[in-house]
């Protein structure tokens, strides 16, 4: 069961990795990282979980991979927010529209 989880989690990575080499740009590139950032960081608390017990280092995998899972969408949207800034000088839809 570890060994399932571990490799899914490598396959949520290398999935992630090809999108990212094959996007055209910031903002597709951003939806790529969601499988990494989820379901590889629960796969490997996972194991971790599944492997240690109920443990120090698994409490430390579970707060980890919760802490991960929260933030990912925050620092996407800081990301892309970041990225429309540098691309049209400002945040604001347009007033034209």
């Known amino acids: 069961m570890i060994a399932v ?46 492997r240690e017990g109920f443990s120090q280092s698994s409490v430390k995998a579970v707060i980890t991979a919760s802490i991960l899972f929260v933030m990912n969408p925050i620092l996407t949207h800081a990301t892309a927010r970041a990225a429309r800034v540098q691309e049209r000088g400002h945040w604001e839809a347009d007033p034209k529209q």
């Open 5 to 50: 989880l571990l490799g899914m989690a490598v396959a949520a990575v290398l999935l992630t990795a090809c999108g990212l080499l094959l996007s055209r740009n910031v903002y597709q590139r951003l939806h790529y990282l969601a499988p990494a950032s989820t379901l590889g960081v629960v796969c490997v608390a996972a194991a971790i979980l599944i």
